[in-house]
Nanobody, 121 residues
Framework: EVRLVESGGGSVQPGGSLRLSCQASGFLFSAYAMNWVRQVPGKEPEWVSG????????EYSDLVKGRFTISRDNAKNTLYLQLNGLKTEDTAMYFCAKGPDISTFRFWTHRGQGTQVTVSS
């Protein structure tokens, strides 16, 4: 059974930083691209970032490019998202999401329960 457990969310002021983590289990983590997705109540999920299975290629939404950094540690089955320069519009529930293969971004087969990020002054 695929299991994705996010952590690291919280409340920060604009300009602040957070580091999100996602512990994966139940599948061969190193064989799949991974994504971060965010969602606010009443809206569709918004893709944020993706990373290929080996970590060699990353992509970002234009809304977060230059502020967020995705990474992974395949030895630890863990996905990360470093959030810097946070803005109020980044407030959302953040989910990690398993891609369908080694390199496809913006699509996913499973996602976790999420971790809340709130940015306010």
């Amino acid at each position: 059974e695929v299991r994705l457990v996010e952590s690291g969310g919280g409340s920060v002021q604009p300009g602040g930083s957070l580091r999100l983590s996602c512990q994966a289990s139940g599948f061969l983590f190193s064989a799949y691209a991974m994504n971060w997705v965010r969602q606010v109540p009443g809206k569709e999920p918004e893709w944020v970032s993706g990373i290929t299975n080996g970590g060699g290629t990353t992509e970002y939404s234009d809304l977060v490019k230059g502020r967020f950094t995705i990474s992974r540690d395949n030895a630890k089955n863990t996905l990360y998202l470093q959030l810097n320069g946070l803005k109020t519009e980044d407030t959302a529930m953040y989910f990690c999401a398993k891609g369908p293969d080694i390199s496809t971004f913006r699509f996913w087969t499973h996602r976790g329960q999420g971790t809340q990020v709130t940015v306010s002054s």
